[in-house]
């Protein structure tokens, strides 16, 4: 028996119809260590996890699977769990309508003679709340918790099935910085605990902080393993290296502005909650973009960026919005999604999953879905050839990689769907473009990619307001940025003015001017 090693994953290999994800992958984590993997989007490592946790079963791949120097053969995400092994996947599998303390037991209730044990399920999920630092009452509905603290529900719920290793698949994605450093804290506090954790994430400067051992994945193959506590400091200049096969020298791609004439105020914008109409979410903001201009708008998880980007979207969120919009200096309302499509504003959302993409569908009719009125002919017939056409243009420009353009959205990397998302927004021909979140959960290269399409779009003269909650991305794309807290647009800084600091303290001022 390997004492030292609590997992060896050997010669793994999975198909798909046409495809190899995975081609003799190697994993080896040392028990009790922090054990990182990466690679681009595609490269196989949420595959990988998924055959690790009987996502796919014993018997659907090649290879073999060691736990403590013993084989397994896992057929289902309960026989893994059986073992100690619990996957927390990207999108959270909570239920919304049930309570905290309901759903860290769901499926393993704490029951008497198959009845419910009410007292002891809340006492045991208080102290499992206690434990990864979450102060909320363990009936607390599940819907009233940001993602930071639903992540450390999901946590909590793998610490109940008595985890001994545990897979965390982009767990700070959709986390703030200040989110994330408390997840990755937690995850440190673990590891002396004794648990062994797994760690997919894009995110290299939590990689280089964090982990122990980071293994490379590219093309669905094991690249090598770097020892991040070596005599040589592995940084994340080397780990990209591995991950594309070749120095990624610049992050951001050059771009000299060409700003033209304003396209777009917005002044006064003031939205309330949608159920809660007393309470102000965005409270008189003003910003403006220009033709040719890429402006940022930073702010901490709760800041209301999404909330005045979509409330500006057709009135896509919120109640008793007030404020004026201009178009070319000239006001405008945007009432409705279809008014704001028609004065030439789209927006593509942070949640490309749920609300970006119909992942069910073709590449072909989601580019096409969003100005169908310019492909229909006589009597409103869409002409597919037409169609067709213009879903391969976007296909080939974009570099979406993918058989053909009647490949489902679903079975898209994140990177691809994504740039899918910015087509379908392309090919309504905007003036102003909202981009939320456009690089969450993708990886470096495809991120590159991404900005190339944002700074091509710019010297088109479009408008592009871009949100993220990654300051370095703002900071390295944009001319302007608006920092936010609190519903308040706090400030506004130029491309040589704004650096973290500053961006920081203006992110947490609060309406007398002071930073908490």
Not at 21 to 30: N, S
Not at 132 to 146: A, I, Q, R, S, Y
């Amino acid at each position: 028996m390997d004492n030292e090693h609590i997992l060896e994953m050997r010669g793994i290999t999975k198909r798909f119809p046409g495809v190899a994800a995975l081609q003799e992958v190697t994993l080896a984590v040392r028990r009790g260590e922090i054990h990182a993997i990466c690679g681009e989007n595609g490269a196989g490592k949420s595959t990988l996890m998924k055959v690790l946790s009987g996502v796919y079963p014993h018997g659907s791949y090649e290879g073999d699977i060691l736990l403590d120097g013993e084989a397994v053969e896992f057929r289902s995400v309960r026989d893994s769990e059986a073992r100690g092994v619990v996957i927390i996947h990207q999108e959270l599998a909570l239920s919304p309508y049930l309570s905290v303390a309901e759903n860290i037991f769901l499926g393993n209730e704490q029951a008497k003679r198959g009845v419910i044990d009410w007292n002891r399920t809340n006492a045991e999920a208080g102290r499992l709340l206690e434990r990864v630092g979450l102060p909320e009452k363990p009936d607390t509905p599940v819907m009233d918790l940001g993602v930071g603290k639903q992540q450390l529900v999901e946590i909590a719920k793998a610490l109940s099935k008595e985890v001994r290793l545990l897979i965390l698949d982009e767990p700070t994605a959709a986390l703030n910085d200040e989110d994330s450093a408390h997840l990755l804290n937690l995850i440190r506090g673990l590891k002396d605990q004794g648990i062994t954790s797994i760690l997919i994430s894009h995110k290299l400067n939590e990689i280089e902080a964090i982990a122990d051992s980071t293994t490379i994945l590219r093309d669905g193959r094991t690249i090598e393993t770097l020892d991040m506590h070596g005599p040589e400091r592995v940084t994340e200049e080397r780990i990209i290296r591995g991950m594309v096969g070749r120095p990624l020298d610049h992050r951001f791609p050059e771009r000299t502005p060409e700003i033209g004439e304003e396209v777009l105020r917005v002044e006064g914008w003031t939205v309330h909650h949608p159920v809660d109409h007393a309470r102000t979410v965005v409270d008189g903001a003003t910003v403006a973009v220009r033709r040719g201009e890429v402006v940022g708008l930073a702010g901490l998880m709760g800041a209301g960026r999404t909330e005045l980007a979509m409330s500006l979207y057709g009135r896509t969120y919120g109640a008793r919005v007030s404020g004026q919009v201009f178009k070319n200096g000239r006001p405008v309302e945007l009432r409705t999604v279809g008014q704001a499509i028609r004065h030439g504003i789209a927006y593509a959302t942070e949640d490309r999953k749920r609300y970006g993409l119909n992942l069910i569908d073709t590449i072909q009719h989601n580019i096409s879905a969003s100005a169908l009125g310019k492909l229909t002919g006589p009597g409103g017939v869409v002409d597919r050839e037409r169609e067709a056409t213009v879903a391969e243009k976007y296909r080939r420009d974009l570099n979406i990689k993918a058989p053909t353009v009647q490949a489902f959205a679903g079975k898209l990397s994140g990177g691809n769907q994504q740039k899918v998302v910015l087509s379908k927004c392309i090919f309504a021909d905007p003036d102003v473009l909202i981009l939320d979140e456009p690089t969450r959960g993708i990886d470096v290269g495809a991120k590159y990619e991404i900005y190339v399409i944002i700074n091509t779009l710019a010297q088109q003269g479009k408008g592009i307001i871009v949100i993220s909650s990654e300051l370095p991305e703002l900071l390295g794309i944009c001319d302007r940025i608006y920092a936010l807290n609190e519903g308040r647009v706090t400030g506004e800084l130029s491309r040589d003015e704004a650096t973290q600091e500053r961006l920081m303290h203006l992110m947490t001022m609060d309406k007398d001017g002071h930073a908490r």
